[in-house]
């Protein structure tokens, strides 16, 4: 079945770095553009980056860019987030999510991981 | 970037109640509209995509309409299985931003 799993969430202390994985099964990963979202303790739901299906297009939210790096290999179907420079506001539930397309728009994310949580503490 | 505001942030309802939630782009969007439903520990779930188009095996209570910078989600009749929270996400630029969300819960 279609399914993306997370991994390499854990707790870390500020200004360091942490890479996170998302493992993709069940569809033809390089059809699909692939992003990150995050959800911080009792807030709301934020969108952090995606990239599109070849990997050429990247775009960043402005709270990450310059801090965060999205990459993917479609060999693997695997998609990454280096996340460097790590604050206590980056503290979240990360998700990985795949891109909805329709009519040639994107429109959403249609599936989602199960998250993989992320502490910034020291 | 395009912010999305939702209106209410939570709202107590009963079950077979209508519901209705807002939310305005600060810009056109056209009907780059997406809404998402997320239970408490769980991954969000999209609903509507297109501003009122259904995603496949969601509920016919659940429908969505506007266009332009305002729009609308609407239950028809709450379920049990509704209480929770809802977000609206626009995909109109190639940078998205989601809603506050707004709550839904039990009367």
């Known amino acids: 079945q279609v399914q993306l799993v997370e991994s390499g969430g854990g707790v870390v202390q500020p200004g360091r770095s942490l890479r996170l994985s998302c493992a993709a099964s069940g569809f033809t990963f390089s059809d699909f553009a692939m992003h990150w979202a995050r959800q911080a303790p009792g807030k709301g739901l934020e969108w952090v980056a995606v990239?599109?299906?070849?990997?050429?297009?990247?775009y960043y939210a402005d709270s990450v860019k310059g801090q965060f790096t999205i990459s993917r290999d479609n060999s693997k179907n695997t998609m990454y987030l280096q996340m460097n420079s790590l604050r206590a506001e980056d503290t979240a539930v990360y998700y990985c999510a795949r891109g909805y397309n329709w009519n040639y728009g994107s429109y959403g994310m249609d599936v989602w991981g199960q998250g993989t949580t992320v502490t910034v503490s020291s | 970037d395009i912010q999305m505001t939702q209106s209410p942030s939570s709202l107590s309802a009963s079950v077979g109640d209508r519901v209705t939630i807002t939310c305005r782009a600060s810009q056109n969007i056209n009907n780059y509209l997406n809404w998402y439903q997320q239970k408490s520990g769980k991954a969000p779930k999209l609903l509507i995509y297109a501003a009122s188009r259904l995603q496949s095996g969601v509920p016919s209570r659940f429908s969505g309409r506007g266009s332009g910078t305002d729009f609308t989600l609407t239950i028809s009749s709450l379920q049990p299985e509704d209480f929770a929270s809802y977000y609206c996400q626009q995909s109109f630029m190639t940078t998205w931003t989601f809603g506050q969300g707004t709550k839904v819960e039990i009367k």
């Open positions: 990239i599109w299906y070849d990997g050429n297009n990247k």
